[in-house]
Every structure is written in C-alpha cells, then in structure tokens.
C-alpha cells in the first residue's frame, strides 16, 4: 500500500528536476505537463483523468418502484503518461488506476496485490503504416470499449460491452492502415496474447488468445480520430462512417468471460473450454449527429464447467448475444441529448434472465469538449424473471 505515496513523490522529484529539459504547461486537455529531452531523444506528457458520480436505483414492486439504492463515488481516476523514446517512431503509453474499482480485483493471479496498472505498452513504427504494439493495454475489440472512458458520449459503457467485452491482455499486437482509393482506408489489427486479462503474475493457464480486426472508413477518416470519440464534438462537415469487424479467438480459456470474469476451478485444477467471440460495430458523424450500432455473439466449445466426475462446478461461460444501438445530437450550445437500446440475449443454459433490455435517455454539457464536461442519464432495464430496475445518474469528469 506504499505505492500510492511512492508514486506521488516519484512525480513530484521528476517535476523539480526537469530544468534541465525542456518543459511548458499545454493547454488544459493537453496534460498537466509536458517535458522533452534537449536533444529531443525523449518526450512526456503527464495527464490525469477524474470522474465523479451519484446513481440512484430502484427495483420495481407492486407496480411501483422501491427499494433505493444511492451512492456516491468515483469512478475512475487515473495517471497517464506517455511520449517517445529515443525516436518518435519509439512511442509508449502507461496508465496507472488509483480508484477502489480501477485497482479492484486483486488475487492470487496478482500475487493478492491491487491491480494498478491499466496500460504499459511500446509501439514501434518499424515500417511504413506498420506498427508493433507489445506490453499491457486494450485488445482490438468492440468499438465502444477501445472508445476511452474519457470520451464517452453517455455516462458510462452499454451493457453489451459490460457481458462481452476482452478488454486488457498482455502480449504482441500488429497495425497496419492502407488506402483503397484517395479517401477510403483499411484498417487491420492483429494481436497475441495470455488470454486471462490484465496484471495477471502467476503465469499463463490454458493456451492464448488471438484476435483480429478489420475497419473500413469509406468516406476517409474521421477529424481527430472521431471514429473512436462519442458524440461528434468536432461537427463533421462531410459524412463519416467507420465499420468494424472483430473475431476473438481464446484456446483452452479458464474464465468465465474468456479473458474476462472468474477463473473456473474444478477438484482437479482448471476447466479449460475454446471461446470464439465475434463483434461487429459502426460509427456514423455528421453535423452533430451521431450513431453508433454493435453486435456481439460469444460461443464455447463447452460452456459449463464440470469436475472430474462430470457434476457441475456451477461456473458457466458467459455464453450469447447482443445489440447495442445509440444515438445523439449535439447542439451549437454544446449541450447534446442521446440515446440508447441494449439487447442481452445469454444462453438459456446459463441464466434464467437470459432476456435483458436496457433503454437509456442522456443528456450532457461539453464545457471544453470531453475534458470537462457533466453528464446525465437515465436507464430502464427489463429482465425475464427479476424485477424491472430504474436507474439514474449524474457525473462530472475532467481529464487534463
């Protein structure tokens, strides 16, 4: 637990003893600090991200909702750095989580310590549109997860992302980007890697995962990467459209979510099953106006764990399908109104509550696009068996 203070002071030493580099304070939203060697072999930019939120929930009784449920939190706060190395074809990307749920999750795979780092990866630009990735950070997975929980158009995540999602792994990933004509472009995204999520120390159970992606821009990119930000701050002056194609393979995967959820334990060790997930994703701008649709199915070979003997462990592969769709439009003002439809459809074998519906109004203020900005939504989730839920909630976020 002396990490957090030994980290504080890490960064405040490396401030005082920056004068003998190059150093200025950006813009807000550009980072706190920006440094760079005098013989410009290396840069930093040192940022930070908060978010601040309140929900209130209700379970539906008696043809009325009861039972709150209200809290306060915060919900991400997190260091990031990053720059390059020697060469700007050199880059790397830390990401330190200090909240209770960014460092949640410690265990025996994380030799019982608070998992802290989020990203810690180098990417090399070896040749021409061709870059290595290798270290911790996001696999090239749905569109709404590789979206930065800093850009996000509505509070948080759909519940698509939440049940499906491969987030972090360690490993080796390789992106390449090409152009099919003057305005249309490919990208491809290839990666390697453990295949039990992030901060994992005890070693790799099972066998690896392997992950692919393609996105088509037809109509050329997106300002400022507008493909991977929500809502469209930027007021696209010609149509874009980014469609994505993910497939996920994970070989002989122990958790319940493939990289992702619980490790299933059997009397014997490990129940090892074969997890395919398949996501498919767009993103439309133009104007102000936004949408974004997704599709993910996730398939295993055996997804009930089962002990030597046969019996059930009681642990279960997330196994199904879903949709997410939602849109917003962004006034002048800088005020947006959105919207949201989730569909979980799991595996009946798995939970009786294999129907979900989520329907999702949200409105925001940009105050200085998405590094200041307060947002505010309000969810009704539908299920098979158990009680309809409300959900309401507020955030502030700032990101420097």
Same mark, same amino acid.
């Given at each position: ?11 405040? *030493? ?20 920006? =440094? ?36 306060? =939190? ?27 749920? $960014? ?33 911790? +950070? ?31 792994? !360690? ?13 249309? *472009? ?27 992606? !393609? ?7 997106? #300002?400022?990467?507008? $493909? ?59 104007? &102000? ?21 046969? #019996?059930? +462990? ?45 329907? +999702? ?7 200085? &696009?998405?590094?200041?900005? *307060? ?26």
């Amino acid at each position: 637990m002396a990490f957090r203070p030994a980290l504080l002071v890490l960064f405040f *030493v490396t401030a005082s003893i920056v004068h003998a580099q190059d150093m200025y304070a950006p813009k807000f939203g550009e980072g706190i600090l920006n =440094l760079k060697g005098k013989d410009s072999t290396w840069s930093m930019k040192v940022g930070m991200q908060m978010q601040f939120q309140g929900f209130s929930q209700w379970e539906e009784e008696d043809a009325s909702f009861a039972n709150e449920q209200t809290s306060f =939190l915060i919900r991400r706060a997190r260091l990031k750095l990053d720059g390059f190395a020697y060469s700007p074809k050199l880059t790397y990307k830390i990401a330190i989580g200090l909240s209770n749920r $960014d460092i949640s999750g410690g265990s025996e795979y994380t030799s019982n310590a608070p998992r802290y780092i989020l990203d810690a990866v180098m990417k090399w630009n070896f040749y021409q549109n061709f870059e290595l990735w290798f270290g911790q +950070t996001k696999l090239p997975g749905n569109r709404d997860h590789i979206i930065s929980s800093g850009n996000l158009q509505m509070v948080d995540r759909s519940l698509l992302n939440g049940n499906y999602n491969i987030d972090r792994d !360690l490993g080796f990933q390789l992106r390449h980007h090409f152009k099919l004509s003057e305005k249309f *472009v490919v990208k491809e995204a290839f990666a390697w890697s453990q295949g039990e999520g992030r901060n994992i120390t005890s070693g790799n159970l099972g066998g690896f995962q392997y992950t692919s992606r !393609l996105e088509l821009l037809p109509f050329g990119n997106f #300002t400022k990467n507008g $493909d991977y930000i929500g809502s469209d701050i930027y007021r696209e002056d010609t149509p874009k459209l980014a469609v994505g194609f993910t497939y996920d393979f994970n070989n002989n995967a122990v958790k319940t979510g493939s990289n992702q959820g619980s490790y299933m334990v059997t009397d014997t060790g490990f129940f090892e099953t074969n997890i395919s997930t398949v996501f498919i994703d767009a993103m439309f701008k133009y104007q &102000g106006f936004s949408l974004m649709a997704e599709y993910a199915d996730r398939t295993a070979a055996d997804p009930l764990a089962k002990n030597s003997d046969g #019996t059930l +462990t009681g642990d279960a592969v997330q196994i199904g399908n879903g949709l997410n769709f939602q849109a917003g439009y962004l006034f002048e003002s800088n005020w947006e109104v959105s919207g949201r439809y989730t569909n979980i459809d799991f595996d009946k074998d798995i939970t009786s509550d294999n129907a979900q519906n989520q329907y +999702t109004l949200g409105v925001s203020k940009y105050i200085i &696009g998405h590094k200041l900005k *307060v947002q505010s939504d309000v969810s009704y989730l539908t299920m098979n068996f158990s009680n309809d839920q409300l959900l309401w909630r507020l955030q502030f976020a700032i990101h420097f």
